[in-house]
């Protein structure tokens, strides 16, 4: 669906699925943004590639948007909760998903310590 004439590109690269606190599945975003003519999507829930991942075979129809990697990634500065977008990287790579691991495990343990105190 990329038009490499023109001089400008419909993006959305910042949207959230069922994958993290969204409210459609990464399928139902993935199909909203072709029917808006979005050209170049990303899909960057929390802490998570699992939705990103789910569209690859979508993603290879002649029609779809560019599909391009995303993650909003979640961490502390100073206190504050700040949160990184990352695009365009391998969601497969090993350093990637050990991250990610690390990540929600790390969550994981923060949500038990407020759920006991
Ligand atoms: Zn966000």
Not at 22 to 39: D, N, T, Y
Not at 101 to 108: E, I, S, Y
Request: with cysteine.
């Amino acid at each position: 669906m990329f038009d490499s004439h023109k001089n400008y590109v419909i993006a959305d690269l910042h949207s959230h699925s069922t994958a993290s606190d969204g409210v459609l599945s990464p399928k139902a975003m993935f199909e909203r943004a072709q029917e808006k003519g979005i050209e170049i999507y990303a899909l960057t829930d929390h802490d998570c590639v699992d939705g990103y991942l789910s569209l690859q075979e979508l993603a290879k129809q002649e029609q779809s948007p560019k599909l391009i990697s995303g993650i909003e990634w979640s961490t502390l500065h100073k206190g504050m909760n700040i949160h990184i977008v990352g695009l365009n990287f391998d969601a497969t790579h090993p350093s990637v998903t050990q991250a990610i691991k690390k990540l929600q495990n790390t969550k994981n343990s923060f949500f038990m310590y407020l759920y006991i105190n």
